[in-house]
């Protein structure tokens, strides 16, 4: 029995950074809050709350002065950062730097805009934190929209300006954008940018190409977790004896049959490498008992 862990698999930069930066000031044995959160995987997150670090929503945020809060990697709006400087509140700062940037360019954008004739538009998963920052650097008029099917609720007499959630499929935005373009009228300006993190967009490639390489996949990742969901859909697509777990308590031993030769265990950029090791140990754990090789 072959047990393999994807090496592509895991957090990616930015969530690793956060995590490195909340373990960094839990050392210090300060109170550490994060503003929700710090990685969409509840089995990190205890592990993480196991060693002080307290999460807060926004509305405990709001009532909080004087103490030191965590931004994770998705991001936050400007109306965060004024509450915490009007309430003494010190900001430890882990929003990702592709998110930042995008921010950034999205505000630089909209402080140039003319809203009777021009919009900024959002494909984005509606209430996503990361979301939410964006939408954030327009002051609340961003349009966003989740699917191809909403391409409606475009104004199609204004200019469009679009962004994409750094964490959505590259081809779906693709799929958007041919159809903006065929929908629009000539005398419409249309200006599209490419914002999908390359790391996250490689990933569906590589995790697909992995799921074929093995009999039965164990996906780890939490289930709010929206790359989660993406990744998982795509070892499905090619491997149709995938399943998602979040952990070890999850895995359907019935699954490992004689017939299965290779598994392969994989996870999102929000799973942590620790979390699918033990997943494989415990498998392994499980095919020595069956097989007599230990007491």
């Not at 969409?40 to 030191?68: P, V, W, Y």
């Not at 996906?219 to 859909?233: A, I, T």
Request: charged share 25%.
């Amino acid at each position: 029995m072959k047990v393999e862990i994807d090496k592509e698999s895991g957090f990616c930069f930015g969530v690793l950074s956060a995590i490195g930066k909340a373990e960094e000031e839990l050392k210090q044995d300060e109170a550490l809050y994060c503003l929700g959160d710090i990685v969409h995987n509840g089995i990190e997150c205890q592990r993480l709350s196991d060693m002080g670090l307290r999460t807060i929503n926004h509305e405990q945020f709001n009532s909080l002065s004087s103490a030191k809060v965590l931004l994770r990697a998705h991001g936050e709006p400007p109306s965060t950062y004024l509450t915490a400087k009007k309430n003494n509140i010190k900001l430890v700062d882990a929003t990702c730097p592709v998110v930042l940037k995008l921010q950034q360019r999205i505000h630089n954008q909209y402080v140039n805009l003319d809203l009777s004739k021009q919009q900024i538009v959002i494909f984005g998963q509606k209430g996503h934190a990361e979301v939410l920052g964006l939408v954030g650097q327009t002051d609340g008029n961003a349009l966003v929209i989740e699917n191809l099917e909403e391409i409606d609720r475009i104004d199609f007499s204004k200019d469009i300006y679009l962004y994409s959630q750094t964490t959505k499929s590259a081809s779906s935005y693709k799929k958007l954008i041919e159809s903006i373009n065929e929908r629009k009228s000539d005398n419409i300006s249309f200006v599209y940018f490419n914002t999908v993190c390359g790391q996250v967009s490689r990933r569906r490639e590589q995790i697909r190409e992995f799921a074929g390489m093995h009999d039965l996949i164990f996906f780890v990742s939490g289930r709010k977790s929206s790359n989660g969901k993406v990744l998982y859909n795509e070892c499905l697509s090619v491997n149709p004896q995938s399943y998602h777990i979040e952990g070890k308590e999850d895995i359907d031993t019935s699954l490992i049959i004689d017939s299965v030769k290779s598994i392969g265990i994989c996870g999102a950029t929000s799973t942590p490498k620790w979390l699918m090791e033990e997943c494989r140990n415990y498998i392994i754990d499980y095919f020595d008992c069956k097989n007599g090789k230990k007491n």
